[in-house]
């Protein structure tokens, strides 16, 4: 296409964009906005958790076994007394 011819349609094409743009924005936008909060790296990690205090006596039970401090019947009695069986 050459001439008025041409120009007309980069118009017309201009104005089809700009009204889908202004329809797009007022139907709310559609992914403009993100779908869930994004993280915030200025808050410090969580501290990683703790062992449970029974996991530290059983740790020093075994050690202790190891050792020959404690035998197996007095290692397996405590275990069970630390684990509630």
């Known amino acids: 296409m050459f001439g008025p011819g041409r120009r007309m349609a980069r118009r017309t094409a201009r104005r089809t964009t700009r009204r889908q743009m202004y ?10 906005e993100p779908a869930y909060d ?16 029974y996991l530290v006596e059983l740790e020093k039970l075994g ?10 019947t007095e290692f397996e009695a405590k275990k069970k007394q630390l684990l509630g069986i």
């Open 23 to 32: 329809l797009h924005d007022a139907m709310g936008g559609g992914y403009s």
């Open 63 to 72: 050690q202790l076994k190891e050792a020959g401090v404690i035998d197996e």
């Open 38 to 53: 994004e993280p915030s790296y200025d808050e410090p990690a969580p501290a990683p958790p703790q062992q449970p205090q």
